[in-house]
């Protein structure tokens, strides 16, 4: 899990995705054209909520998201997806 300086508002949070899978269970390898997107990561950064609903997630957690979720930034080099707490499905 990477330091980052950048703090989300409100309900946002700020995900480093997991690797996609390199090869299948039987040991195919994946060529990067085939891959699947992410849909796990861990958070690294947690806004403050908003008024009436606190955050859920807190930095650190392992979480499952939408495929299509958030928006794709990168910062020193590593990529991230901010989204809203609601695209986050589960905590793992």
């Known amino acids: 899990m990477s330091k980052v300086t ?3 508002l409100a309900d946002r949070v700020l995900v ?3 690797e996609a899978e390199q090869k299948t269970a039987a040991g195919i ?3 990067d054209t085939a891959k ?25 957690d ?9 928006s794709e930034l990168t910062i020193d080099g ?6 809203r707490e609601s695209d986050i499905f589960a905590i793992l």
């Open 16 to 18: 480093e995705p997991m």
């Open 29 to 31: 390898i994946i060529p």
């Open 62 to 70: 392992k979480v499952l998201y939408g495929k299509y979720s958030g």
């Open 6 to 8: 950048i703090k989300p």
């Open 36 to 60: 699947e997107k992410p849909q796990q990561g861990v958070v690294v950064a947690v806004g403050p909520g908003k008024k009436d609903e606190p955050m859920t997630v807190k930095e650190g």
């Open 78 to 83: 590593v990529h991230y997806l901010i989204m």
